[in-house]
């Protein structure tokens, strides 16, 4: 059973720095493609940034500069480090694990990043 895991989620002021971490379990982690969304209140889940184990990354354009996602195969555990935190990316944060070798998607729960003074 794949489970996915996401920590790092805190309050910070703005202009803060936080990382995310999300572990997956339960896969080969071997041909797939890795994404963090994010929802606010009141607003529909958006897509951050995604990752392939190919390399292939991707941000939404609210992030970029600011946000790095990375992955580790041998931990099996993808990475967003934010920094230049601002109000506005008050979410709680969630990844996606796409396995491409079955074409299935599963989501982790969310870990709550909410940027305030």
């Known amino acids: 059973q794949v489970q996915l895991v996401e920590s790092g989620g805190a309050l910070v002021q703005p202009g803060g720095s936080l990382r995310l971490s999300c572990a997956v379990s339960?896969?080969?982690?071997?041909?797939?493609?890795m994404s963090w969304y994010r929802q606010a209140p009141g607003k529909q889940r958006e897509l951050v940034a995604s990752?392939?184990?190919?390399?292939?990354?991707n941000y939404a354009d609210s992030v970029k500069g600011r946000f790095t996602i990375s992955s580790s195969n041998a931990k099996k555990t993808v990475y967003l480090q934010m920094n230049s935190l601002k109000a506005e990316d008050t979410a709680v944060y969630y990844c996606?694990?796409?396995?491409?070798?079955?074409?299935?998607?599963?989501w982790g729960r969310g870990t709550q990043v909410t940027v305030s003074s």
């Open positions: 996606k694990y796409r396995d491409m070798s079955t074409d299935q998607s599963y």
């Open positions: 339960g896969s080969r982690f071997s041909i797939y493609a």
């Open positions: 990752i392939t184990n190919g390399g292939d990354i």
